[in-house]
């Protein structure tokens, strides 16, 4: 089983600030990488897929980049909105699918 | 737009059973692979299952092995979880998922999710 691992547990951004969020695979997931969103109380909302192709209706401002076992989210200027739980998710073995435990992105 | 309704969730009691379903509406659902996806109470994401779209592959999640079934109505569009011989680690949040069309593993759409609680 790959174990994904995301870095760190919370993190602390100001509004209109870049916010960087790390996830690390235990062995190599290609580019089948998958990010997603989820605020308290909603689904999960896919952002990313294939590490760095942003899904249908996700803002510029959200982009991925990483493969191997490497992986970045970077939001480039922080909204409002975007304040909320993030997962990472590899795809290239499974199954099972897993996820990483994620990362709270909170306002500073 | 995509919509996916879960439904079944409740209370039970160790070692019952739940069948939950998932309405899907808004997309041609035959031609999509489907996976359910649970979330414990103030946890993260952990995948339950998938099943093809056509239903001829299915699998599981080696904690929800020989005890969960998923299945899927094509005619009906719903989707649907069998769930027996409950644990109260089984208590979460289910949702339904739908795969984007390539992977089988990336979820461009989900439900609203159906909670389960398993306690005595």
């Known amino acids: 089983e790959i174990v994904m691992t995301q870095s760190p547990a919370t993190l602390s951004v100001s509004p209109g600030e870049r916010a960087t969020l790390s996830c690390r695979a235990s062995?190599?997931?290609?580019?089948?990488l998958a990010w997603y969103q989820q605020k308290p109380g909603q689904a999960p909302r896919l952002l990313i897929y294939?590490?760095?192709t942003r899904a249908t209706g996700i803002p510029a401002r959200f982009s991925g980049s990483g493969s191997g076992t490497e992986f970045t989210l970077t939001i480039s200027s922080l909204q409002s909105e975007d304040f909320a739980v993030y997962y990472c998710?590899?795809?290239?073995?499974?199954?099972?699918?897993?996820f990483g435990q994620g990362t709270r992105l909170e306002i500073k | 737009e995509v919509q996916l309704l879960e439904s079944g969730g409740g209370l039970v009691q160790p070692g019952g059973s739940l069948r939950l379903s998932c309405a899907a509406s808004?997309?041609?659902?035959?031609?999509?692979?489907v996976s359910w996806v649970r979330q414990a109470p103030g946890k993260g994401l952990e995948w339950v299952s998938f099943?093809?779209?056509?239903?001829?592959?299915?699998l599981y999640a080696d904690s929800v092995k020989g005890r969960f079934t998923i299945s899927r109505d094509n005619s009906r569009n719903t989707l649907y979880l069998q769930m027996n011989s409950l644990r109260v680690d089984d208590t979460a949040v289910y949702y339904c998922?739908?795969?984007?069309?390539?992977?089988?593993?990336?979820?461009?759409?989900w439900g609203q999710g159906t909670l389960v609680t398993v306690s005595s």
């Open positions: 998922a739908k795969d984007e069309g390539t992977s089988g593993a990336v979820f461009d759409y």
């Open positions: 099943i093809s779209a056509s239903g001829g592959s299915i």
């Open positions: 062995q190599s997931v290609s580019s089948k």
């Open positions: 294939g590490a760095s």
């Open positions: 808004r997309f041609a659902f035959s031609t999509y692979a």
């Open positions: 998710q590899q795809y290239n073995d499974w199954p099972p699918i897993t």
